[in-house]
């Protein structure tokens, strides 16, 4: 879902390559970038939203699709996204380690 747009639209000029981003600031911490997919297919993240998300040079990000559209993230944050997905679905202070190798243990007793 969209929010208000509650800033103005700053709009930069990569002079290097002659692709224009468009930067249009969304209320609260959501920022929504128009960026320009060169002849390769690629695209140049903004500097200010690398900083903020700790991308440098040379990392990798993975790009997700679906039926909501690309989504960019970068391997901690996904990370972080499937063990908290997991997580719901242990009990507090269980280790799921604990109980494979507890499985494992009784199958090697069975044989």
Known sequence: MLLRVCCSIFVYE???K???MD???MSGEQQVYN???DSS???ALPSEARQ???IATGDTVVVIEDEAGLHIKTRDQLLAEVQAHFAKHVPRGVLL???INAERRSEIERD
Request: hydrophobic share 30%.
């Open 97 to 99: 380690s604990d109980e």
């Open 18 to 20: 002659n692709l224009f």
């Open 23 to 25: 930067c249009t600031h």
């Open 35 to 37: 960026l320009k997919v």
């Open 41 to 43: 297919g690629r695209i």
């Open 14 to 16: 990569f002079r290097s």
């Open 52 to 54: 903020r998300r700790h």
